[in-house]
């Protein structure tokens, strides 16, 4: 008796599991239908390729920088200047590495012609709390000083570049009294910081402790520790009172960083090489 009852009810569960399975997911695909049709959807993705630069390490790009300060020709007069395109053309550029005005403008990740002046200063007043610059060094402003945008491109790599601002005394004060006041000064437009500068105080080479000088310094720019470089050929600088630290580059290359003095104008310099 039992059996007899049973079998009618497996035989309408068999036939409900085969309706199921059927008419099942065309039923759940128009119900999905029905909750994104004439909706706008928005899914959260991950762009790697995301930015407007390659992401370079500070030692990489130190390097860059300092081939490309190497490498730069001598400036356009003002009338050739301006028969150029507007914009940089990458491919127009020879050699392995080029330094040119970007005639394009800050993008808006770096920082522009507006900010830069008060960039600068606070730079300086960090380079001052590190010890690095003497505290009687002047800040710099729009009336007295120049700023211009820079490209440092590895040409057959153009995406690895770095982009700087050169802030430079005015040239109509080149004859003004420079005292306690920076001459010179390359800048990184993304971060600020400052990568060579030029300042005249009332320093001696005696006063200023180099080893402790480039400790702050690369610190303060997130470098690895440097070595001290020796070299034996004295026509490097053009003046005797300097000492040569060295940092690694890229491609097992490397980068020459020189802290140094002009004794008759009491000109301390840091600046970077090859």
């Given amino acids: 008796m039992k059996k007899s ?19 099942g997911p065309e039923a759940l695909a128009v119900y999905k239908d029905r909750g994104v049709l004439n909706e706008i959807q928005v899914q959260a993705e991950e762009t790697g390729g995301e930015g407007y630069r390659y992401q370079l390490s500070s030692n990489e790009k130190l390097y860059i920088l300092s081939q490309c300060l190497n490498s730069q020709t001598l400036p356009e007069t003002e009338q050739s200047s301006q028969t ?14 080029a330094f040119v005005v970007n005639r394009q403008g800050p993008s808006g990740e770096e920082i522009t012609d507006e900010e830069i002046y008060e960039t600068t200063n606070e730079g300086l007043a960090i380079l001052k709390e590190l010890g690095i610059l003497p505290e009687s060094i002047q800040e710099v402003s729009a009336a007295s000083y120049d700023a211009t945008l820079y490209s440092a491109i590895d040409v ?53 402790d180099t080893d402790a000088l480039i400790e702050q310094w690369s610190s303060y720019m997130g470098l690895t520790a440097p070595e001290e470089y020796e070299t034996e050929n004295p026509l490097l600088e053009t003046t005797p009172y300097y000492k040569k630290y060295v940092f690694s580059g890229m491609g097992g290359e490397r980068t020459i960083v020189t802290i140094g003095f002009y004794d008759g104008i009491h000109e301390l310099f840091l600046k970077i090489s090859k």
């Fill in 5 to 23: 009852i049973l079998n009618p009810a497996l035989l309408v569960l068999a036939v409900i599991v085969v309706i199921l399975s059927i008419w």
């Fill in 84 to 97: 150029r395109e507007e914009e940089t053309v990458y491919q127009d550029l020879t050699g392995t590495y």
């Fill in 156 to 208: 057959p790599e153009p995406r690895n570049n770095v982009a700087v601002w050169k802030v430079s005394l005015q040239g109509n004060l080149q004859n003004s009294n420079k005292e306690n006041k920076l001459i010179d000064a390359y800048i990184d437009a993304d971060d600020g910081k400052i990568y060579e500068f030029y300042v005249r105080s009332p320093l001696d080479w005696e006063d200023i």
